[in-house]
């Protein structure tokens, strides 16, 4: 179950039980009501609430209605109406046996603690102790019924900057901005939480990587667009943020992987320029590019500008063919036009492969993108989706990640 859907359905299990039970009738009403709603883990969730035991979905519910029963059986042996907490701390006791020193508390002070521990004190999102957990819930939950999840880590730009300009103070002011710009532009049932410092990440579940990159890009604008307190005075003239999308079962296997990927993909898109969301690509595994035959200029400086042929395109990189040898490691400025933009669109590129075409003298170029303006950024991963949405022949090519 989704981390929001787990803290909803603990929050309303604990009231119920904070409340007590004389009434049997109206009690198992009140819990069915629950269990319809959420499913038969609300067992589990009220047994850990009221004695701290934790039990699966089964055995949970085999354990209520055993209660159930004994609380009948007090109600009737007693002659009063005996309450429902009673019976089941007795049950425990003395019939199944599950505890042998209890400690009674508060509900609500119970609650209280748990939220706590689970809260970041400045931000109120979830902290990095609870995203752990959830991420391991939702890894095991999505390799059980085939589901996608998506990873978005974000981390504000220049932060460092904006505190040593404005002070601690206004630092906490903009990350507490942040987080509810990040909160409100998500769904009940994504995981918000403080990774760590101005860094904040984004549990998507039932989430394929494309859908995730437009949720994070969508939180991105709105960042952008947002007044923040001395924004101004910014590198890059605002407040703003990169973000990095990874998907499990497309580009990790487990919690620790994902976790990984989306922060490659996060370092990608400062690397290009920062206020942009990259997508965690391995190349050697799934590499998206797309066929095309777009004419560009390369120049790789004191006046050597070179024209070349773009053959295929992605996120990352691209192959071009031309008639000059370019260095490997090189790197060199590019411009070529793009369907439905008004202006040539620029990226700095690295060379990473070289190869000459014998038949027609010229040479094959296999490039990465090591840095690019993220109006560009955006700009050609809308003509990659669009030819993606013609259902083009994806290409597949092994060129190596750069590095910086």
């Known amino acids: 179950m989704p981390g929001n859907q787990q803290a909803a359905m603990a929050s309303q299990v604990g009231k119920l039980l904070a409340q007590g039970a004389v009434d049997q009738q109206a009690f198992a009403h009140a819990v069915d009501a629950v269990v319809h709603r959420w499913g038969d883990e609300v067992y589990s969730v009220l047994l850990h609430t009221a004695v ?53 508390i508060e509900i609500k002070i119970f609650e209280q603690t748990r939220q706590e521990t689970e809260t970041d004190d400045l931000t109120r999102l979830y902290n990095y102790r609870y995203f752990r957990k ?57 995981v918000v939480a403080r990774f760590g410092g101005e860094e904040f990440a984004v ?53 620790t992987s994902l976790i990984k990927k989306a922060d490659q993909a996060l370092y990608q898109a400062k690397a290009r320029g920062k206020n942009q969301v990259a997508l965690y ?50 790197q060199c400025e590019l411009s070529f036009p793009l369907a439905g933009e008004d202006r040539q669109v620029r990226c700095k590129v690295k060379v990473r492969r070289v190869e000459e075409q014998a038949s027609d003298r010229h040479y094959s170029i296999g490039a990465s993108i090591v840095q690019m303006q993220p109006k560009d950024a955006r700009a050609l991963q809308r003509f990659i989706r669009a030819l993606a949405d013609l259902n083009l022949e994806p290409v597949k090519r092994e060129v190596e990640r750069d590095s910086v």
């Not at 055993?66 to 019976?87: E, K, N, P």
């Not at 391995?282 to 050597?304: F, N, P, W």
Request: charged share 25%; net charge positive; aromatic share 8%.
């Open 52 to 104: 701290h035991l934790e039990f699966g979905k089964r055995a949970a519910r085999r354990h209520y209605e055993a209660v159930i029963a004994h609380w009948q059986r007090l109600c009737s042996d007693t002659g009063r109406g005996v309450d429902f907490r009673v019976a089941l701390l007795d049950y425990f006791l003395t019939i199944n046996k599950r505890i042998k020193n209890p400690k009674i």
């Open 134 to 190: 959830a991420i391991e819930l939702e890894v095991c939950r999505s390799q059980r019924y085939h589901a996608p999840l998506s990873l978005v880590l974000f981390d504000a730009d220049n932060f460092k900057f904006y505190n040593d300009a404005n002070g601690h103070m206004a630092g906490n002011k903009a990350l507490k901005k942040l987080a509810g710009i990040i909160r409100r532009a998500v769904r009940e049932v994504d």
């Open 203 to 255: 549990l998507l579940p039932e989430t394929n990587k494309q859908g995730a990159f437009t949720i994070a890009d969508r939180i991105c604008r709105s960042v952008e667009q947002a007044r923040f307190a001395c924004a101004k005075a910014q590198p890059n003239g605002r407040f703003s943020i990169s973000g990095g999308v990874a998907t499990l079962h497309v580009d990790a296997d487990d919690s």
């Open 281 to 330: 690509v391995d190349e050697l595994r799934e590499y998206e590019r797309v066929r095309t035959a777009i004419m560009g200029q390369l120049d790789c400086g004191r006046g050597m500008n070179i024209p070349v042929l773009l053959q295929d395109i992605s996120q990352g990189g691209m192959l071009f063919s031309c008639e000059q040898l370019l260095p490997m490691a090189g």
